[in-house]
């Protein structure tokens, strides 16, 4: 049974390590984007317009600079979490539930590749 085993094989290992390098550089260029949006102070022209407008305008702008800085730190967060998920890798305790202390279907592992819990572990936190 799968559930017996301690950890995955090193050839596992080593798939997984790919596949999140790959999320990785995939996550920081999608944060360059994020941060290059957030630091882009461009005037849109709004100096010859009404006031009204104006204050319209920059509170649009306020808005859309707070939701950047909430995905730029929502990202940085998903890329330390593959970054730990490389460390674990190493330490060849990857994949083990650490609440259960079973191994996390290789399936789930593909699709969330920073995952720590089991599903059975996360539904015991509900």
Same mark, same amino acid.
């Given at each position: ?29 999608? *944060? /360059?984007?994020?941060? +290059?949006? $957030? %630091?882009? @102070?461009?005037? =849109? ?25 909430? *995905? /730029?730190?929502?990202? +940085?967060? $998903? %890329?330390? @979490?593959?970054? =730990? ?33 089991? %599903? ?7």
């Amino acid at each position: 049974m799968s559930d017996e085993r301690v950890r995955y094989s090193d050839a596992d290992l080593q798939e997984f390590k790919a596949v999140i390098k790959e999320k990785i550089a995939k996550a920081e260029k999608d *944060l /360059a984007l994020i941060n +290059e949006s $957030f %630091i882009n @102070d461009q005037n =849109n022209g709004t100096d010859d317009t009404s006031p009204t407008f104006k204050a319209f305008e920059e509170g649009a702008e306020t808005l859309s600079k707070e939701q950047n800085a909430i *995905l /730029a730190g929502r990202q +940085e967060k $998903f %890329i330390r @979490d593959l970054k =730990n998920a490389l460390i674990r890798i190493e330490n060849k305790t990857y994949g083990v539930c650490r609440v259960t202390g079973k191994l996390i279907p290789k399936e789930r592992l593909l699709a969330v590749p920073h995952a720590t819990l089991s %599903i059975e572990a996360k539904n015991m936190q509900k």
